[in-house]
C-alpha cells in the first residue's frame, strides 16, 4: 500500500460526527455569508494564538494581499521577502505593485537570515515578511527589534505554523499583522479554502475586515475600494471542531519528527535544526541530500510519495520572468531547491510507518555510500 504525502479525508473520517453536525448547524442557520459561525471561529482562534483580534478571509493569499494593503503599502514600495518560501509570499507583494527585496535563508533552519536583512533596508523599505516556513518560527526577537529600529511594518506569513511558538508565546500576535491559511494540507486545514490575520492593532483589524467585505462597513457605502474575501461559514464551523484537535495533531507530528530525527542523526543526511526555545509544529519535514532526485526515486519505489518544497525559487519563475530580479543570484535559495526533500508527516503517519520511512532513507544512504 502506497504511503500518500497527506490525507486529508483522514481528519474528516476521525471527526465525522463532529463534522456533519456542524455542517448540518451552518445548513439549517439560513446564513450562509459570515455571520454567527464566522464571528465564533475568529473569536476561537485568537483566545488561541493570543491575539486581540482575528479576521476571517477566503485565503492564505488574500490574508497577505489585505495586510499589506491595510498597511498602505502601495506601488514602489520595497518589502523585504525571504528568497526561499512558497511563492505566495512574493505574489502578495507583488500584487500591490510593490518591490520584493528577497533575503537569502539560514541554510538550518531555512528560515530568513535575519543577520542580513540590515543590509536589504533603504529608504524606501516599508515592510519585512517573516516566513515561519515548515512549521518552524523564524527569527522573530531579531526580526522584530531591526522593524521597530528602521520603523518598519513586520507581516507574518504564519500559513505553514499554527500553533508553533518562540519563548513560550504561540505566533499570532508578535507582527502588525499575521496571515494563516487554511487550505486543506497546512496543520489547520478547512475542507476548501480560507485564511485570516490576527492581530493586536484595532486599526488593522479594522482595514482588513472593510477591505475584505468589499470597502464597506456599514451595508452599500464603501469606503475604499475593497475585494470580496470572506472566511466560509462552512468552513468556519468545521475549523472550529478542528481547531480542538490542533494541539493534539501537532504533538502527533512532534513524535513522528522525533522518530525521524533519531533514526537519521549521524548519517550524513541533513536534518531540520530547532532552535533553542523554538516550538516546530512540522507542517513539512525538511531534508537535504545532495543526490536528492534519486532518493525521492528510491522513496518512489518503496510506495513512499515525498515531495519537494520547493523545486523552484520564486526568482527563478516564468513569473517573474520580466522582474529586475532575474539578473541576480540567490544561491542558497537554488541550492535549496536542489537539495531539499519532504518525507511524509502527519496524523496519517503512524509510529511503525515513521520508521519504514527512516529505514528506507537509512537503506538509500547505504547503497549510495561507496
Ligand atoms: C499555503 C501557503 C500560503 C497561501 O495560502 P492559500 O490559502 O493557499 O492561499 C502562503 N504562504 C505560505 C508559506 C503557504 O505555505
Given at each position: 500500500m502506497t504511503i500518500p504525502f497527506l490525507a486529508p479525508r483522514e481528519s474528516y473520517l476521525e471527526l465525522k460526527e463532529e463534522i456533519d453536525s456542524a455542517y448540518q448547524r451552518v445548513m439549517n442557520s439560513g446564513t450562509y455569508i459570515l455571520g454567527e459561525e464566522v464571528r465564533q471561529f475568529e473569536t476561537d482562534f485568537a483566545t488561541y494564538c493570543g491575539s486581540k483580534h482575528c479576521v476571517g478571509v477566503a485565503s492564505g493569499l488574500d490574508a497577505l494581499i489585505l495586510s499589506l494593503k491595510a498597511l498602505g503599502i502601495e506601488e514602489g514600495d520595497e518589502v523585504i521577502v525571504p528568497s526561499h518560501t512558497f511563492i505566495a509570499t512574493w505574489l502578495a507583494v507583488t500584487s500591490v505593485k510593490a518591490i520584493p527585496i528577497p533575503v537569502e535563508p539560514?541554510?538550518?533552519?531555512?528560515?530568513?537570515?535575519?543577520?542580513?536583512?540590515?543590509?536589504?533596508?533603504?529608504?524606501?523599505?516599508?515592510?519585512?515578511?517573516?516566513?515561519?516556513?515548515?512549521?518552524?518560527?523564524?527569527?522573530?526577537?531579531?526580526?522584530?527589534?531591526?522593524?521597530?529600529?528602521?520603523?518598519?511594518?513586520?507581516?507574518?506569513?504564519?500559513?505553514?505554523?499554527?500553533?508553533?511558538?518562540?519563548?513560550?508565546?504561540?505566533?499570532?500576535?508578535?507582527?502588525?499583522?499575521?496571515?494563516?491559511?487554511?487550505?486543506?494540507?497546512?496543520?489547520?486545514?478547512?475542507?476548501?479554502?480560507?485564511?485570516?490575520?490576527?492581530?493586536?492593532?484595532?486599526?488593522?483589524?479594522?482595514?482588513?475586515?472593510?477591505?475584505?467585505?468589499?470597502?464597506?462597513?456599514?451595508?452599500?457605502?464603501?469606503?475604499?475600494?475593497?475585494?470580496?474575501?470572506?472566511?466560509?461559514?462552512?468552513?468556519?464551523?468545521?475549523?472550529?471542531?478542528?481547531?480542538?484537535?490542533?494541539?493534539r495533531w501537532n504533538k502527533h507530528r512532534q513524535e513522528i519528527a522525533d522518530i525521524y530525527i533519531s533514526s537519521l542523526t549521524g548519517t550524513g543526511i541533513e536534518l531540520p535544526v530547532i532552535p533553542v526555545n523554538y516550538d516546530h509544529v512540522w507542517h513539512l519535514f525538511v531534508i537535504r541530500h545532495p543526490r536528492r532526485d534519486s532518493l525521492q526515486e528510491y522513496l518512489a519505489k518503496n510506495d513512499i510519495i515525498s515531495l519537494i518544497h520547493y523545486p523552484i525559487p520564486p526568482h527563478l519563475q516564468e513569473a517573474y520572468r520580466s522582474n529586475d530580479l532575474i539578473g541576480h543570484r540567490y544561491p542558497i535559495a537554488e541550492k535549496m531547491a536542489e537539495q531539499v526533500i519532504s518525507l511524509p508527516i502527519g496524523p496519517h503517519i503512524g509510529d511503525q510507518t515513521a520508521h519504514f520511512i527512516a529505514g528506507c532513507v537509512l537503506n538509500f544512504l547505504a547503497s549510495n555510500s561507496s
Open positions: 539560514d541554510p538550518a533552519t531555512f528560515n530568513i537570515n535575519s543577520d542580513q536583512l540590515e543590509c536589504a533596508i533603504t529608504s524606501k523599505t516599508r515592510a519585512i515578511i517573516a516566513v515561519h516556513l515548515y512549521g518552524l518560527p523564524a527569527d522573530l526577537p531579531a526580526i522584530s527589534y531591526i522593524c521597530k529600529k528602521h520603523n518598519l511594518f513586520l507581516i507574518e506569513d504564519a500559513a505553514q505554523a499554527h500553533g508553533a511558538r518562540v519563548n513560550g508565546t504561540r505566533i499570532g500576535s508578535h507582527g502588525d499583522a499575521v496571515c494563516w491559511s487554511f487550505y486543506p494540507g497546512k496543520n489547520l486545514g478547512a475542507f476548501g479554502d480560507g485564511g485570516a490575520i490576527t492581530t493586536n492593532s484595532d486599526i488593522i483589524a479594522e482595514r482588513t475586515r472593510i477591505l475584505g467585505n468589499y470597502g464597506s462597513k456599514k451595508k452599500y457605502e464603501n469606503e475604499v475600494c475593497g475585494v470580496n474575501s470572506r472566511l466560509d461559514p462552512l468552513q468556519a464551523a468545521m475549523l472550529r471542531v478542528k481547531l480542538n484537535h490542533l494541539d
